[in-house]
């Protein structure tokens, strides 16, 4: 992925099977790896995207992956030996990709308090931040916040404020 020179495509997929999956979406490869669209969030991902990128002509490859698949990503790329649920490759300042690993973020979406499909979106939008160059902390929280408030996607447990999650609990 890193190394790719041409459009940014899924290992194993070639340039036409992005060209044809692309579709209404705003992005230059959509890899939806047989899951039925019905189940995504693509128009939160489509409107999100035209937030983070409003005035760029930017490309983003979205991969849909294997748990397998994401293990081997993340080690080759990060050296990390487990399933992630999302990875975010910058491959130029016009073209990046996102891989989000579905079964994960199925199983991450209860410990964050989202619905799975809000899982999905909320993981769109915290790969296209690192793509802008956000590393965790206070600003990519804020940054967060703001995107998921204005595209009414409900914020996952660690950005809501204190006081929402100790009332919670009374």
């Not at 990709?97 to 209860?110: F, L």
């Not at 929280?141 to 447990?157: F, H, K, Q, Y």
Request: aromatic share 8%.
């Amino acid at each position: 992925m890193k190394n790719s020179k041409s459009l940014a495509c899924a290992p194993g997929t070639t340039k036409e099977q992005c060209k044809d999956n692309a579709g209404p979406l705003p992005f230059a490869c959509v890899n939806l790896a047989h899951v039925p669209r019905r189940t995504l969030p693509l128009g939160v991902w489509s409107a999100a995207y035209r937030l983070v990128w409003p005035k760029e002509n930017h490309k983003i490859c979205l991969v849909l992956a294997s748990r397998k698949e994401g293990v081997r990503l993340n080690m080759q790329y990060r050296g990390a030996s487990y399933a992630p649920d999302v990875l975010a490759f910058p491959l130029s300042d016009a073209v990046s990709d996102i891989v989000i690993v579905p079964a994960r973020a199925r199983e991450r979406a209860q410990e964050f308090g989202l619905s799975y499909l809000d899982m999905l979106s909320y993981l769109f939008i915290h790969a296209a931040l690192h793509i802008h160059g956000y590393t965790h902390g206070p600003a990519m929280d804020a940054a967060e916040r703001r995107l998921l408030r204005r595209l009414t996607v409900p914020l996952p447990t660690h950005l809501r404020p204190k006081r929402w999650i100790n009332s919670a609990l009374s």
